[in-house]
């Protein structure tokens, strides 16, 4: 095993904004209807990152106020220029007046503060009835647990992960929201090989790979997707998109 000085989440902001794909708009659209809600309503999405699916939300006419606990994300959704409001957040601590927000969403966040000081934190900032959504990519098929196997072959990754025993409904239930509810929507990422490794450097456990290995892993890593490539050569990462919801009594 080696150590080395390592990327960290922040500091693939870049990657990670563009490699990520946005949201098919089938999950969207169930996000709006969820919502209830007409255009220019605020929203608050936490935990926006480089503000992928906050921009999706901006073109449905929300007003969207995105906020994310790294600064490197928050520079780059700003750098882009998009419709919203940005700002680095404690979300345990937000900085919002009570009631301030008609609904609130987490895409793909929610497991890193969903403790309870943070719950009530987003409950304290949503109006009485307003919805908080919490929607995550889940993979249906072998991709993470392959990624963590080659990567784990050179590297320790810790044993310790947020999302150990992560279950969004029961915490939504158990902090206080109401009528809490889910749904999955069944999709297909179609990345070329390039991509897929982009995609594997944007994660968090890319933060644990010293420099000195980037190659070796990013070669292991193209043979394992290069061997399973379609048709129109292109890796096909099968999701199941869960979406789950409560209102602030």
């Not at 928050?74 to 345990?92: H, M, N, P």
């Not at 995550?136 to 196997?149: H, L, P, T």
């Not at 044993?159 to 992560?166: D, E, G, I, R, V």
């Amino acid at each position: 095993m080696a150590s080395g000085t390592n990327m960290s989440f922040g500091e693939s902001a870049a990657i990670y904004n563009a490699i990520r794909q946005s949201y098919a708009d089938e999950v969207i659209d169930r996000v709006t209807d969820i919502f209830g809600l007409t255009q220019s309503h605020s929203i608050l999405d936490i935990g926006c990152g480089t503000g992928i699916a906050t921009r999706q939300l901006a073109a449905r006419g929300f007003h969207l106020v995105g906020t994310d606990m790294d600064a490197d994300m928050i520079e780059k959704v700003r750098s882009v220029g998009q419709a919203g409001t940005y700002q680095v957040a404690d979300v345990s601590h937000l900085d919002f007046a009570d009631a301030e927000f008609d609904g609130a969403t987490a895409f793909g966040a929610f497991h890193w503060f969903s403790d309870e000081a943070s719950v009530r934190s987003i409950q304290r900032v949503l109006r009485r009835g307003a919805a908080f959504i919490v929607v995550n990519k889940n993979d249906a098929g072998d991709f993470r647990d392959s990624i963590v196997e080659i990567v784990g072959r050179h590297v320790a990754l810790g044993s310790a992960h947020p999302k150990l025993n992560y279950q969004p409904a029961k915490t939504l239930d158990v902090f206080g929201f109401n009528a809490v509810e889910e749904t999955i929507i069944p999709m297909v990422e179609h990345l070329s090989p390039t991509q897929t490794i982009a995609h594997v450097r944007s994660m968090r456990l890319w933060e644990e790979v010293p420099p000195s290995l980037h190659d070796m892993i990013e070669a292991e890593l193209r043979s394992y997707v290069t061997d399973r490539l379609d048709a129109l050569e292109t890796f096909q990462r099968p999701l199941k998109i869960k979406i789950v919801w409560g209102r602030k009594q």
